[in-house]
Protein backbone atom coordinates (compact mmCIF):
# COMPACT_ATOMS: atom_id res chain seq x y z
CA UNK A 1 0.00 0.00 0.00
CA UNK A 2 1.36 3.36 -1.14
CA UNK A 3 1.67 6.50 1.46
CA UNK A 4 -1.49 8.06 0.17
CA UNK A 5 -3.63 4.97 0.82
CA UNK A 6 -1.94 4.39 3.94
CA UNK A 7 -3.23 7.82 5.25
CA UNK A 8 -6.35 7.55 3.96
CA UNK A 9 -6.85 3.49 5.78
CA UNK A 10 -5.20 5.54 9.53
CA UNK A 11 -7.76 8.28 8.45
CA UNK A 12 -10.82 5.57 8.03
CA UNK A 13 -9.83 3.61 11.12
CA UNK A 14 -10.17 6.92 12.96
CA UNK A 15 -13.39 7.86 11.77
CA UNK A 16 -14.52 4.84 12.68
CA UNK A 17 -14.00 5.57 16.20
CA UNK A 18 -15.80 8.80 16.22
CA UNK A 19 -13.16 11.00 15.52
CA UNK A 20 -14.57 14.29 14.35
CA UNK A 21 -11.23 15.33 12.94
CA UNK A 22 -10.29 12.04 11.15
CA UNK A 23 -14.33 12.30 9.38
CA UNK A 24 -13.83 15.54 8.13
CA UNK A 25 -10.26 14.76 6.22
CA UNK A 26 -12.06 11.90 5.00
CA UNK A 27 -14.78 13.89 3.69
CA UNK A 28 -12.42 16.11 2.10
CA UNK A 29 -10.29 13.51 0.55
CA UNK A 30 -12.96 11.96 -1.67
CA UNK A 31 -14.83 15.16 -2.18
CA UNK A 32 -13.93 15.51 -5.54
CA UNK A 33 -15.03 11.74 -6.56
CA UNK A 34 -18.41 12.34 -5.15
CA UNK A 35 -18.96 15.27 -7.39
CA UNK A 36 -17.53 14.42 -10.26
CA UNK A 37 -20.45 11.46 -10.19
CA UNK A 38 -22.69 14.02 -8.90
CA UNK A 39 -22.29 17.34 -11.03
CA UNK A 40 -23.29 14.59 -14.13
CA UNK A 41 -26.16 12.46 -13.14
CA UNK A 42 -27.97 15.15 -10.78
CA UNK A 43 -31.50 16.52 -11.88
CA UNK A 44 -30.22 19.80 -12.87
CA UNK A 45 -33.10 20.94 -10.25
CA UNK A 46 -31.02 19.53 -7.42
CA UNK A 47 -28.02 21.29 -5.38
CA UNK A 48 -25.08 19.70 -6.32
CA UNK A 49 -23.95 20.47 -2.98
CA UNK A 50 -26.97 18.51 -1.07
CA UNK A 51 -26.87 15.14 -2.75
CA UNK A 52 -23.05 15.29 -1.77
CA UNK A 53 -24.07 15.77 1.74
CA UNK A 54 -26.27 12.96 1.27
CA UNK A 55 -24.03 10.35 0.13
CA UNK A 56 -21.16 11.48 2.90
CA UNK A 57 -24.10 10.82 5.63
CA UNK A 58 -24.63 7.22 4.12
CA UNK A 59 -21.03 6.27 4.76
CA UNK A 60 -20.98 7.47 8.22
CA UNK A 61 -23.88 5.47 8.68
CA UNK A 62 -22.47 1.90 7.04
CA UNK A 63 -18.73 3.17 8.16
CA UNK A 64 -18.80 0.65 11.15
CA UNK A 65 -20.01 -1.95 8.43
CA UNK A 66 -17.69 -1.38 6.19
CA UNK A 67 -14.66 -3.85 5.86
CA UNK A 68 -12.57 -2.82 2.77
CA UNK A 69 -9.97 -0.15 2.51
CA UNK A 70 -9.41 3.57 0.66
CA UNK A 71 -10.11 1.66 -2.88
CA UNK A 72 -12.94 -0.33 -1.85
CA UNK A 73 -14.61 2.99 -0.05
CA UNK A 74 -13.66 4.98 -3.25
CA UNK A 75 -15.75 2.47 -5.93
CA UNK A 76 -18.51 2.17 -2.94
CA UNK A 77 -18.97 6.38 -2.77
CA UNK A 78 -18.84 6.57 -6.12
CA UNK A 79 -21.75 4.01 -6.56
CA UNK A 80 -23.27 5.38 -3.45
CA UNK A 81 -23.30 8.78 -5.41
CA UNK A 82 -24.98 7.16 -8.59
CA UNK A 83 -27.82 6.13 -6.79
CA UNK A 84 -28.22 8.90 -4.54
CA UNK A 85 -28.83 10.87 -7.90
CA UNK A 86 -31.07 8.06 -9.34
CA UNK A 87 -33.20 8.55 -6.40
CA UNK A 88 -33.33 12.25 -7.36
CA UNK A 89 -34.39 11.85 -10.61
CA UNK A 90 -37.11 9.03 -9.70
CA UNK A 91 -38.66 11.94 -7.53
CA UNK A 92 -38.16 14.62 -9.84
CA UNK A 93 -39.43 12.16 -12.77
CA UNK A 94 -42.20 13.87 -15.15
CA UNK A 95 -43.35 12.34 -18.09
CA UNK A 96 -45.29 15.24 -19.66
CA UNK A 97 -47.13 14.68 -23.48
CA UNK A 98 -44.98 15.73 -26.01
CA UNK A 99 -46.75 18.01 -28.25
CA UNK A 100 -45.49 19.78 -31.24
CA UNK A 101 -47.49 23.29 -30.18
CA UNK A 102 -45.82 23.17 -26.33
CA UNK A 103 -41.94 22.99 -28.02
CA UNK A 104 -40.03 26.28 -28.22
CA UNK A 105 -39.47 27.79 -31.37
CA UNK A 106 -35.17 26.73 -31.23
CA UNK A 107 -36.71 23.21 -30.31
CA UNK A 108 -39.05 23.35 -33.64
CA UNK A 109 -35.97 24.62 -35.50
CA UNK A 110 -34.05 21.56 -34.62
CA UNK A 111 -37.03 18.74 -35.42
CA UNK A 112 -37.33 20.48 -38.41
CA UNK A 113 -33.52 20.31 -39.57
CA UNK A 114 -33.73 17.38 -38.47
CA UNK A 115 -36.97 16.42 -40.27
CA UNK A 116 -35.11 17.68 -43.72
CA UNK A 117 -31.58 15.53 -43.20
CA UNK A 118 -29.86 18.44 -42.28
CA UNK A 119 -26.41 18.03 -40.75
CA UNK A 120 -25.38 21.31 -40.67
CA UNK A 121 -27.05 23.08 -37.58
CA UNK A 122 -27.79 26.43 -37.41
CA UNK A 123 -26.55 27.81 -33.93
CA UNK A 124 -30.58 28.12 -32.99
CA UNK A 125 -31.01 24.68 -33.65
CA UNK A 126 -28.08 23.28 -31.93
CA UNK A 127 -29.17 24.99 -29.07
CA UNK A 128 -32.64 23.72 -29.50
CA UNK A 129 -31.56 20.31 -30.03
CA UNK A 130 -30.08 20.20 -26.75
CA UNK A 131 -33.19 21.47 -25.41
CA UNK A 132 -35.24 18.44 -27.47
CA UNK A 133 -33.08 15.66 -26.13
CA UNK A 134 -33.40 16.84 -22.34
CA UNK A 135 -37.13 16.75 -23.19
CA UNK A 136 -37.35 13.03 -24.67
CA UNK A 137 -35.04 12.02 -22.12
CA UNK A 138 -37.88 12.94 -19.55
CA UNK A 139 -39.75 10.48 -20.84
CA UNK A 140 -37.53 7.53 -19.99
CA UNK A 141 -37.16 6.24 -15.90
CA UNK A 142 -34.04 7.06 -14.18
CA UNK A 143 -32.15 4.36 -15.03
CA UNK A 144 -32.74 4.68 -18.68
CA UNK A 145 -31.86 8.17 -18.53
CA UNK A 146 -28.50 7.65 -16.64
CA UNK A 147 -28.03 5.17 -19.11
CA UNK A 148 -28.81 6.78 -22.06
CA UNK A 149 -26.47 9.54 -21.05
CA UNK A 150 -23.20 7.87 -20.27
CA UNK A 151 -23.45 5.13 -23.49
CA UNK A 152 -24.81 7.48 -25.55
CA UNK A 153 -24.31 10.94 -25.21
CA UNK A 154 -20.65 10.57 -23.67
CA UNK A 155 -19.71 7.36 -25.07
CA UNK A 156 -18.29 6.08 -21.68
CA UNK A 157 -17.05 2.39 -21.69
CA UNK A 158 -19.09 -0.35 -20.81
CA UNK A 159 -16.57 -1.46 -18.31
CA UNK A 160 -17.16 1.72 -16.61
CA UNK A 161 -20.44 1.95 -16.38
CA UNK A 162 -20.69 -1.43 -14.89
CA UNK A 163 -18.71 -0.08 -12.02
CA UNK A 164 -20.10 3.04 -11.42
CA UNK A 165 -23.97 1.06 -11.80
CA UNK A 166 -22.93 -2.15 -10.17
CA UNK A 167 -25.38 -3.66 -12.78
CA UNK A 168 -24.45 -6.87 -15.24
CA UNK A 169 -23.21 -6.05 -19.07
CA UNK A 170 -26.88 -7.88 -19.59
CA UNK A 171 -28.85 -5.70 -17.50
CA UNK A 172 -27.16 -2.85 -18.87
CA UNK A 173 -28.28 -3.88 -22.83
CA UNK A 174 -31.50 -4.59 -22.23
CA UNK A 175 -32.19 -1.47 -20.22
CA UNK A 176 -30.29 0.25 -22.96
CA UNK A 177 -32.38 -1.44 -25.89
CA UNK A 178 -35.64 -0.50 -23.98
CA UNK A 179 -34.84 2.98 -23.92
CA UNK A 180 -34.13 3.28 -27.26
CA UNK A 181 -36.87 2.01 -28.19
CA UNK A 182 -39.28 4.45 -25.99
CA UNK A 183 -37.38 7.40 -27.48
CA UNK A 184 -37.92 6.50 -31.04
CA UNK A 185 -41.92 6.29 -30.21
CA UNK A 186 -41.86 9.52 -28.69
CA UNK A 187 -39.70 10.91 -31.53
CA UNK A 188 -41.84 9.82 -33.82
CA UNK A 189 -45.44 10.82 -32.47
CA UNK A 190 -43.95 13.96 -32.13
CA UNK A 191 -42.72 14.16 -35.97
CA UNK A 192 -46.13 12.76 -36.98
CA UNK A 193 -47.67 15.90 -34.98
CA UNK A 194 -46.34 18.32 -37.41
CA UNK A 195 -45.73 18.51 -40.96
CA UNK A 196 -42.20 19.49 -41.30
CA UNK A 197 -41.97 23.14 -42.69
CA UNK A 198 -39.53 23.38 -45.79
CA UNK A 199 -37.17 26.57 -45.40
CA UNK A 200 -38.31 29.55 -46.73
CA UNK A 201 -36.65 30.82 -50.13
Given at each position: ????????????????????????????????????????R?????????????V????????????????????????????????????????????W??????????L????R??????????A??????????S?????????I??????N?A??????????S????R??????????????????????F??P??
Amino acid sequence: MDDANQGLAALLSRARARDAVAAEALVSAFYGVVMAVVERRRPRSVDAEDIAQEVFLKMFQRLDDFRGGPRELEAWLRRTAFRTCLDHHRYHRSRPEVRWADLSEDERAALNALGRGDTDFSPAERAGGRELVDLLLSHLSAKERLLIEMINLENRAMAEVKELTGWSEINIRVRVYRARRKLRRVLTALMEDHEFAEPEP
